[in-house]
């Protein structure tokens, strides 16, 4: 066989995809990933840190609401990546459903808890808002009961994800549940607009002008764009675990077989070798 | 300041949630890492067997 057929029968394999799909490749995400993850960590805890200190210590106090504003600096943060957080879940969820990629799954699986735990910081910081300025810590508001479903959706999506011996009717299940709680997402940004709810309406807009102090403003956008490289920090090294934990199952099945060839119940030792 | 205990838990908690996840990364990645390269060597001194 020539040089040029062998080319012309390898080049469709080893051929680099274009656009974001050649990123599903799971090897060539993770020195992608393994560069850019530390940058983005950095990044994040240091803008974070800048607008959590800025609207601590150095931002003014409300005139109605006292220091209890500086509490804003967290939980809108928190309250846009608990939304962004699901979209990205939901898009990944269409990724995995449309073009069946593995590194789509992993990504959904490690973004559904990180999206909980963000969610729950916003309901919790909301909480602890509300107590001193409503008189409760809770109120079955449309905003905080549609975002209190945002939650029971992320969970439903851990829960079913690990539901499954088989882990991809796991992720399948997950990613229905995932793209059906997209419905969800605008109940969320349209709730104080639709009713009459005791939540504030949005104070900053992607159209208006924001009716928010400036310096108020910078601290807070600080936190939001720190906190967003955070997040998508995390969902990056957790998905990178995720590829090597799955790299390590397929290795670890590789050797089971060979020895079970080689020494029939050998294979149940060889869990044993391995340092977990 | 106003509202002291609200805040304080507040930004603790804003504190604690991601560096609470980013710890279990960490440690999961650190685990891999080490359960691959022990796993790459094994399987490199079996082939080896395998093969002499």
């Known amino acids: 066989m020539s040089p040029s057929s062998v080319k012309a029968i390898a080049e469709p394999r080893g051929a680099p995809r274009r656009g974001w799909h050649r990123f599903a490749n799971p090897g060539r995400f993770l020195r992608a990933a393994s560069k850019v993850q530390p940058w983005l960590t950095a990044f994040g805890v240091v803008l974070t840190a800048v607008g959590l200190i800025w609207g601590l210590f150095f931002a003014p106090a409300d005139w109605q609401q006292g220091d209890a504003v500086r509490i804003m600096y967290i939980h809108v943060p928190a309250a846009w990546l608990a939304s962004a957080g699901y979209l990205m879940l939901a898009l990944c969820s269409a990724a995995s459903l449309v073009w069946r990629h593995p590194l789509a799954d992993l990504a959904a699986a490690e973004i559904g808890p990180i999206g909980a735990g963000f969610t729950a910081l916003c309901l919790a910081t909301g909480s602890l808002w509300g107590k001193p300025m409503w008189g409760a810590w809770w109120v079955w508001d449309a905003r905080l009961t549609s975002v209190l479903v945002l939650f029971f959706l992320y969970l439903g999506h851990i829960t079913l994800v690990r539901a499954f011996d088989d882990p991809t009717r796991g992720y399948r299940a997950g990613a229905i549940l995932a793209l059906l709680g997209v419905v969800n997402l605008p109940i969320i940004k349209f709730s104080v607009d639709w009713w009459n709810t005791l939540h504030q309406p949005a104070t900053i807009s992607l159209t208006g002008a924001p009716s928010m102090y400036i310096g108020m403003l910078w601290p807070l956008a600080f936190s939001a764009v720190g906190y967003a490289c955070v997040f998508a920090a995390l969902a990056l090294a957790g998905t990178r675990a995720a590829v090597m934990e799955r790299r390590i199952r397929a290795l670890l099945l590789a050797e089971a077989a060979r020895a079970e060839d080689s020494v029939p119940g050998a294979a149940d030792a060889l869990e044993t070798q391995v340092p977990a | ?52």
Do not use: D, E, W
């Open chain 2, 1 to 52: 300041m106003t509202h002291l205990p609200f805040i304080a838990a507040s930004y603790a908690l804003a504190v604690l949630v991601p560096a609470a996840f980013g710890l279990n990364a960490y440690q999961r990645l650190r685990r891999a890492r080490r359960r691959l390269a022990a796993l790459s060597g094994h399987g490199h001194k079996a082939r080896s067997a395998g093969n002499p």
